[in-house]
């Protein structure tokens, strides 16, 4: 079993639909979750953490649920710049840092 | 502010021959991480540096695989001798400590032949 778990996708969706990604995750010691987004052929680059209480920013919402061991990112109002590819990322201690493979999402016109 | 820089961006060569790829973190940047992505086995922790030194490289695939950061303003990540399953993006990532949020660098093509 991965260490984190992403489902690859891809997720189309039109333009203004709202979307949602989960992300599980083994270690039950993690201490730190993220969310990257890396757009085609170009480095991965952070998107926002991820909160025990959960957090927004703008059209994004990211949860963290420790008893089930698992994070979702939520976008709404889905713009076409949003399509990427978006990484979960797990930190356990320390620098270990594990990304997920990521999940692709193609927003349409 | 420049943020990590990487070279050269791509690189393509023989099998056999030797290959480094080069990276400057951010200034004041002190943990510096070395990562491979390939479409089968996603983002790779290679090596991890902190304050300049090798912290774990448990992810380095092989001994054919080496890293140093003679400084804190420069690493090396250098593969000899090169192998076609080499092929990947790698990328180098820095941050104010281990547990702040890591940038990445563009990335090394490397295509070997």
């Known amino acids: 079993r991965k260490e984190v778990e992403q489902d690859p996708g891809p997720f189309n969706v039109p333009e203004g639909a709202t979307v949602a990604f989960n992300c599980t995750y083994s270690?039950?010691?993690?201490?730190?979750f993220f969310w990257y987004r890396q757009d085609c052929r170009k480095e991965p680059k952070l998107l926002m953490s991820?909160?025990?209480s959960g957090n927004e920013d703008g059209r994004f919402t990211a949860q963290l649920n420790r008893a089930s061991q698992y994070i979702s990112l939520l976008i709404r109002d889905s713009k076409l710049s949003d399509s990427a590819t978006y990484l979960c990322?797990?930190?356990?201690?320390?620098?270990?840092?594990?990304f997920g493979a990521g999940t692709r999402l193609f927003v349409k016109a | 502010d420049a943020g990590v820089i990487q070279s050269p961006r791509h690189e393509v060569t023989e099998m056999g021959q030797e290959v480094t790829l080069r990276c400057k973190p951010i200034?004041?940047?002190?943990?510096l991480f070395w990562y491979r992505q390939t479409m089968m086995r996603g983002l790779e922790l290679l090596i991890y540096f902190n304050n300049n030194v090798p912290i774990d490289d448990s992810g380095m695939p092989e001994d054919r695989f080496s890293a140093k950061m003679p400084n804190a303003s420069f690493s090396t990540l250098k593969i000899q001798p090169s192998e076609p399953r080499d092929s990947a993006v790698y990328f180098c990532?820095?941050?104010?400590?281990?547990?702040?949020?890591?940038?990445f660098g563009p990335g090394t093509r490397l295509l070997v032949l």
């Open positions: 990532a820095s941050s104010f400590g281990s547990q702040e949020t890591q940038y």
């Open positions: 270690n039950s010691a993690s201490q730190s």
């Open positions: 200034s004041g940047h002190n943990s």
């Open positions: 991820v909160y025990s």
């Open positions: 990322v797990v930190r356990t201690g320390g620098f270990k840092t594990i």
